[in-house]
């Protein structure tokens, strides 16, 4: 089992910027990328950036520009730093991580998010 631990929610007005961060324990052994996800209320869970332990970095559309995430091998950590947030950015933001050699993925329970205008 692998465990993740997320932190540095909270409220923000709009153009503030905010930090998560995810710690990463237990059977980390063959984690191959790190992510982040959100869901608003009322909408599907949604991509938000991951990045391989390659390094290569995948943005969703809304946040490109705006968001940067970064892992810490050494630490186990996945960052997600977030600028110029909108409202639309309010959501629970949540960790993931995937073993795709065994098909295992794991998620933390979520840090919320909130953009006021």
């Known amino acids: 089992q692998v465990q993740l631990v997320e932190s540095g929610g909270g409220l923000v007005q709009a153009g503030g910027s905010l930090r998560l961060s995810c710690a990463a324990s237990g059977n980390i052994f063959g984690i191959n990328s790190m992510a982040w996800f959100r869901q608003a209320p009322g909408k599907q869970r949604e991509l938000v950036a991951v990045?391989?332990?390659?390094?290569?970095?995948n943005y969703a559309d809304s946040v490109k520009g705006r968001f940067t995430i970064s892992r810490d091998n050494a630490r186990n950590t996945v960052d997600l730093q977030m600028n110029s947030l909108k409202p639309e950015d309010t959501a629970v933001y949540y960790c993931?991580?995937?073993?795709?050699?065994?098909?295992?993925?794991?998620w933390g329970k979520g840090t919320l998010v909130t953009v006021s205008s």
């Open positions: 990045k391989t332990n390659g390094g290569s970095t």
């Open positions: 993931n991580a995937h073993k795709e050699q065994y098909g295992l993925t794991y």
